[in-house]
């Protein structure tokens, strides 16, 4: 192929919807291609690779290309997205990929597969390195669904309906947001690209820089939620809301610095809530993002989750604050605000109850002769033991509460604990990982 006749074919590539992704992703003018020419088979390979700005902050993103054979994964496409990869790895940024393809070239055999698995190690060894951000807007099978749910956070479309699935069995944006998969499902690419950039606002570089800082907004005042009411205005995305409904998790900023935020919110927290937790404050802890914990639980019911939350917590450095805000009860205070989670500070509210078992059972235990009342009224007796004995001012004098705060004084509480934090240095013993 002559040089006119390549630079007409690159001219109509840049008319595909995967490029218009790309540059749309990425601030305007900023996009610099890799391996622009690159070749596979006849064509060129399936995917639009290359590297940018995002707000001023530098990120390299892929998108595979539909409008050529389908966006297959081949030889070439793997070659491309190795190169990208390495490029993330020795500088130091985020990855998004686009992923939309129907399957891979398999008369390449065994060199497909090959060049997948190179794939996939990469993306693991980039895991807590550089953040990284699939975007589902089409199929994603096999191998490709392997390397997407591999990142950090995964965003799909509406209308990614075929699948993100290994066996191909249809598995849509719903059934991959409902069982954990997905973190957010947005109506279609435009928006999906718009909150892929908002996404990487919100995170740093890589897991040696801090996260960019952003304009201090107040809170809104006529916000129900205290979560809303204590990180700056506007500040919160949302993450895995249609997942582990016992508990929610948010990117947020408090005096223009980036937290993590986890708040429970009454109930016992189930497998998937717990789950849910623990993903996310390890992630928090892989980039040093300070977690705040909004604890108000009365347990859990399910063990193998609850130990995996409880370890999540142990074994994060970065910066802990737990707030009791209602009822932390039993294995859920340990885990989530007592020692097993390890916090540098506890706050409680005044109304705080703080108990080793559940208010009804520790009144029976621990005062009888008050509980000896109708049936009906046991509830309410109970209530107003817990508020007498078990209250946060109680945990405080013995020590499990580092102070009591007013709602109306908690931001204030944390940005100072934030402030007296920043400095936190934690030595860790010499392992390779834990096995929980």
Do not use: W
Request: charged fraction near 20%; charge should be negative.
């Amino acid at each position: 192929m002559d040089i006119e006749k390549l630079q007409a074919a690159k001219s109509e590539l840049a008319a595909t919807a995967a490029y218009q992704t790309v540059t749309a992703f990425f601030d305007e003018g900023s996009f610099c291609e890799i391996d622009a020419f690159a070749r596979s088979g006849e064509g060129f390979a399936e995917a639009v690779a290359g590297f940018g700005t995002v707000e001023g902050m530098p990120v390299y993103a892929f998108a595979q290309n539909s409008d050529v054979s389908g966006g297959a994964m081949s030889k070439a496409q793997t070659r491309k997205l190795k190169k990208l990869y390495k490029l993330a790895l020795k500088t130091g940024a985020p990855v998004v990929g686009f992923y939309d393809s129907t399957g891979g070239r398999l008369a390449q055999g065994t060199e497909l597969l090959a060049g997948c698995g190179e794939v996939l190690n990469l993306v693991s060894k980039l895991s807590g390195a550089v953040p990284q951000i699939s975007v589902v807007t089409g199929t994603c099978l096999g191998t490709n669904a392997l390397a997407a749910v591999s990142a950090d956070f995964v965003l799909m479309t509406e209308d990614a309906q075929l699948s993100l699935d290994l066996t191909g069995k249809n598995a849509g944006a719903d059934a991959n947001a409902k069982n954990g998969t997905a973190a957010l499902v947005v109506k279609d690419t435009q928006a999906a690209i718009a909150r892929a950039r908002e996404l990487v606002c919100y995170l740093p570089s890589n897991n040696l820089t801090a996260a960019p800082e952003s304009f201090e907004e107040e809170p809104k005042a006529d916000h129900n939620c205290i979560v809303s009411k204590t990180v700056d205005g506007g500040s919160k995305f949302k993450l895995a809301d249609a997942f582990g409904d016992a508990a929610r998790i948010r990117l947020a900023r408090l005096g223009g610095s980036v937290i993590g935020v986890v708040r429970t919110v009454g109930k016992q927290l189930d497998a998937a809530s717990a789950g849910k937790i623990a993903g996310f404050v390890r992630f928090c802890d892989a980039f040093s993002l300070p977690v705040i914990t909004f604890a108000d639980c009365g347990g859990f019911d399910d063990l193998k989750s609850a130990c995996k939350l409880t370890a999540a917590y142990a074994e994060a450095t970065t910066v802990k604050i737990s707030v009791v805000v209602g009822k932390a009860i039993g294995s859920a205070y340990v885990a989530l605000a007592g020692s097993g989670a390890n916090a540098d500070v506890v706050y409680a509210f005044p109304q705080a109850v703080i108990s080793p078992v559940n208010t009804e059972a520790a009144a029976f235990i621990m005062a009888p002769d008050k509980m000896k009342v109708p049936a009906n009224e046991q509830h309410a007796v109970a209530e107003q033991f817990a508020q007498e004995t078990l209250s946060a001012f109680y945990a405080a004098q013995n020590g499990f509460v580092d102070g009591i705060v007013e709602e109306t004084e908690l931001r204030s509480a944390l940005l100072a604990a934030l402030d007296m934090l920043a400095g936190k240095r934690v030595p860790t013993v010499a392992k390779k990982h834990s096995t929980i």
